[in-house]
């Protein structure tokens, strides 16, 4: 008869199972503990179904109760502040690792008595360097990304690493509707030499009906027609110019291996709360040759080169 795995772990997802990030992080997860653990996922659809949040987080606790899982993996701010928060943090014995948190762990209370995990940080500076080898002339940088939590996140990383910038951040805009974020984006074309695009999927459109990711970026990038940049690798093939991408093994594979940890009986306030700093280079060469970028060749070393989406 075949052993049954030693260990039982659910995974919840903040976002939807084909979004690109999950399917990453879930990857990783599965490359590291398959054989050893029974693994279950949950989904929140949190992107795209605003509404049933709460009863999505209800279903995922049911789901832990029923499951009875050993640890615990909670990707992305939502698992946190809709699931784990409310019904696992300093509730249960159980450890729970997150991944993908833009938040300070402040935010959540964390760490807490069971609670540690990664934070995920967009590579700013880093990039702006990158755009200025690519293009040297960048002197200003607008950021841009649908209102709400994620994006006062991020706002509040420019804001406390600005001064590190080597190049002048103009503004940070939080659109509500499509119609706003085109407007502003041809506000900021007149002030920025490039812009950060961030998250836009499930914006309404002018019918009021969320817009996908790929919809809003490709009408964005023609909006302000210069350089762009952005922090996932899907972004770059709907047209963005370039990312210092975080990939989602990276960070499922790092939570995995501190959920093991836990679980084989090193206690969790011994395994702090830490950060991913590792980040690839991701170029479109289709909106390099569109913009008439021409980069000095040093530029392009180890830097992975990729084409726009039809």
């Not at 398959?34 to 009863?55: A, H, P, V």
């Not at 649908?146 to 406390?160: F, K």
């Not at 499930?202 to 919809?215: H, R, V, Y």
């Not at 569109?290 to 992975?304: C, D, M, Y």
Request: charged share 25%; hydrophobic share 40%.
């Amino acid at each position: 008869m075949a052993q049954a795995a030693p260990f039982r772990v659910l995974v919840v997802m903040s976002y939807e199972e084909k979004f690109l990030w999950n399917r990453e992080i879930r990857q990783s997860i599965d490359s590291l503990l398959t054989g050893t653990c029974e693994i279950r996922y949950f989904y929140m659809n949190t992107q795209l179904n605003q509404d049933d949040s709460e009863q999505k987080a209800q279903e995922a606790y049911m789901l832990y109760q029923k499951f009875q899982p050993d640890g615990v993996i909670a990707v992305d701010d939502n698992a946190q502040s809709m699931f784990v928060v409310p019904y696992l943090r300093n509730k249960v014995r159980t450890p729970v690792m997150f991944c993908g948190v833009r938040a300070e762990p402040e935010t959540y209370e964390y760490p807490a008595s069971n609670v540690s995990g990664i934070l995920r940080r967009p590579h700013f500076n880093r990039s702006i360097i990158f755009a200025q080898q690519l293009i040297p002339s960048v002197r200003a940088i607008g950021f841009i990304m649908r209102d709400g939590h994620q994006a006062m996140t991020l706002r509040n990383q420019v804001l406390s690493e600005s001064d590190t910038y080597p190049a002048k951040s103009v503004a940070f805009k939080m659109p509500k509707t499509l119609r706003e974020a085109v407007a502003m984006t041809k506000t900021l074309r007149k002030q920025c030499d490039l812009l950060f695009i961030g998250n836009f999927n499930g914006i309404p459109g002018d019918d009021g009906k969320p817009l996908a990711q790929k919809q809003v970026v490709k009408i964005l990038v023609k909006a302000f027609d210069k350089p762009t940049f952005g922090s996932r690798l899907a972004d770059i093939t709907y047209g963005i110019l370039f990312a210092i991408v975080e990939r989602g093994q990276v960070q499922g594979r790092m939570a995995a291996k501190m959920l093991l940890k836990a679980m084989q009986g090193t206690s969790v306030s011994k395994i702090p709360v830490t950060r991913s700093r590792r980040g690839e280079r991701v170029l479109n060469v289709t909106a390099m040759k569109a913009l008439g970028v021409i980069p000095q060749p040093e530029a392009l070393l180890g830097t992975e080169l990729v084409k726009t989406e039809e």
